[in-house]
């Protein structure tokens, strides 16, 4: 998978630095799974060998999540990159001929939100209920309900 996706960067990015920054992650992407995998297998292991929690799975779950966290952010840093690098340049020089585009990305407009929430009609005619009414119990009635300590 990872072959596949060196080849579509080395074949469309056309800034050498970009390109590079792109690999590089690519591959901490690869790294970050392969360390991923086997934290997740010592986790396994440890979860099997004894059915109660011992202080070194605590460990084991700390790394998980750390390398979890790494991963993501490779993955992140590795989106930005690729759209800053098909981006930034969009255009390329071609030694035989004129200039053609090598990829075009557009973002996506941002949904559009009303300023005031419109209320439905039905929403307006809802009956309103009125809720039950407290009771109001004496104090002494209250206090009556506890019942003192007995001493023997």
């Known amino acids: 998978a990872f072959a596949v996706k060196r080849t579509v960067v080395n074949d469309s990015?056309?800034?050498q630095s970009c390109k590079h920054d792109v690999l590089a992650y690519?591959?901490?992407?690869?790294?970050?799974?392969?360390?991923?995998?086997?934290?997740?297998q010592v986790k396994a292991e440890i979860q099997n060998l004894s059915g109660e929690l011992i202080m070194?799975?605590?460990?084991?779950?700390?790394?998980?999540?750390?390398?979890?966290?790494?991963?993501m952010n490779a993955v992140v840093q590795t989106v930005k990159m690729s759209y800053i690098a098909f981006t930034k340049i969009i255009r390329i020089q071609s030694p035989t001929g004129p200039r053609h585009a090598v990829v075009m990305w557009r973002m996506k407009a941002p949904e559009k939100k009303p300023l005031i929430k419109r209320e439905?009609?039905?929403e307006i005619y809802a009956a309103v209920r009125k809720g039950s009414a407290k009771k109001r119990i004496h104090p002494v009635q209250a206090m009556s309900e506890f019942r003192g300590r007995d001493i023997i």
């Open 13 to 15: 990015c056309p800034d």
């Open 26 to 40: 690519l591959e901490q992407i690869k790294l970050y799974c392969h360390q991923l995998k086997i934290c997740s």
């Open 56 to 71: 070194s799975a605590l460990d084991s779950v700390t790394s998980l999540i750390q390398a979890a966290k790494n991963l």
């Open 120 to 122: 439905k009609p039905e």
